[in-house]
């Protein structure tokens, strides 16, 4: 089946990039014909596949307008059988005909609901146009050509109630195997996120500046915006009162998991609708400590690893019987529940759905 992947850029890592690889991957070993869309040219080598680009450069900013053009990647693919959009993009298929596999990785909250009558002038032009794309979007969701996939049961039922529409589960991949730890532990506390605002750390650091214990918080600044939070992060650190919270950024993946494996505790302060770090926290044998909410009820399946959101005494009550040694006997149980969100469970379930799909 000649297939075609729509995902804007490619290069910058994450979940998405995570999602896509393992998707390619999964295609190309089923011996599918697979054409990747971008909007600016990947950064990383991609054998074996067609790749069609927009730009043949990475464009640094405008991340609104690298979205809408998303959508217009689907007029390249108007010759392949089968479109899969895995960045959860507005997409549409160019011909009505013509089937799309949107992978959500959340349920377009933010796209379809922004005021944008708040802007004026400048500002008003800039938003406007990518908002008639979502409502086009949201008008066309219900077309039986149009077919979602959610990354959680917490998307799931939040698109269900959005727009009426049945999604089918295949949760994001996760390299289990590579996070595997049997070691000693040290009594730390890890945060591993994006340096970003929606990500709640100004409340982590609240909740861990007077517990006196060594945390450390992991993350990228790969735009001016998120190297403004670290900074104003880091400033507040340093007007606290604690000496055991270091701010680590843009280090590389083998550091990283080094110290998931070391630590003793992982923390999550936000909300999540899967939560890649939170799973492979636990394959590297954390305990996580985690908001009692989206779909971290989910993946962390015991009511006394999830604190009441945003409750700083409940979270800080957890993170010290974590700590302690209190939840290690629900470890096991934690690691087998890993197996659902592995790497090859993905590529098995994604193949088989795209090859029902385009039967």
């Excluded at 993009?89 to 796209?111: S, T, V, W």
């Excluded at 060594?214 to 735009?223: E, F, L, Q, R, S």
């Excluded at 934690?334 to 795209?354: A, C, D, G, M, P």
Aim: with cysteine.
């Amino acid at each position: 089946m000649k297939i075609g992947i729509i995902h804007g850029f490619v290069g910058g890592g994450g979940g998405t990039e995570t999602t896509l690889l393992a998707l390619i991957e999964a295609l190309i070993e089923h011996k599918h014909t697979v054409s990747l869309y971008t909007v600016s040219k990947p950064t990383i080598n991609l054998p074996k596949i067609r790749v069609q680009s927009i730009f043949p450069f990475r464009l640094p900013a405008f991340g609104l307008y690298q979205r809408y053009l998303e959508s217009k990647l689907t007029e390249k693919a108007q010759d392949d059988d089968l479109i899969v959009q895995v960045s959860g993009g507005l997409a549409l298929p160019h011909k009505k005909d013509q089937k799309i596999i949107i992978y959500c990785h959340h349920d377009f909250r933010n796209e379809t609901e922004k005021d944008v009558t708040k802007y004026k002038g400048i500002w008003s032009a800039y938003y406007k146009p990518y908002y008639i794309l979502s409502q086009k979007f949201v008008s066309q969701i219900g077309d039986k050509n149009i077919i979602l996939v959610a990354n959680s049961k917490f998307i799931q039922s939040s698109l269900k109630d959005r727009f009426a529409k049945d999604s089918v589960v295949i949760y994001p991949p996760v390299d289990v195997d590579t996070f595997y730890n049997d070691g000693k532990k040290d009594q730390e506390v890890l945060i591993i996120s994006r340096y970003s605002q929606e990500k709640n750390l100004e409340f982590a650091i609240d909740v861990l500046n007077d517990m006196d214990k060594p945390c450390t918080i992991i993350g990228n600044t790969k735009t001016k915006v998120n190297e403004i939070y670290y900074e104003s992060l880091a400033t507040k650190i340093k007007n606290s009162k604690s000496t055991k919270i270091l701010l680590m950024k843009n280090i590389g993946r083998d550091k990283v998991i080094e110290k998931l494996k070391k630590s003793k505790v992982y923390f999550h302060a936000s909300p999540e609708t899967f939560g890649i770090s939170v799973v492979e926290s636990i394959a590297a044998g954390c305990i996580p400590v985690v908001p009692n909410n989206s779909a971290h009820k989910e993946t962390v399946p015991f009511d006394e690893l999830r604190y009441e959101p945003d409750n700083k005494k409940d979270a800080q009550e957890k993170i010290k019987k974590a700590l302690s040694g209190e939840y290690d006997n629900l470890l096991d149980k934690l690691r087998v529940s890993t197996s659902n969100y592995s790497k090859q469970y993905f590529k098995e379930s994604i193949t088989t759905f795209i090859e029902s799909v385009g039967i």
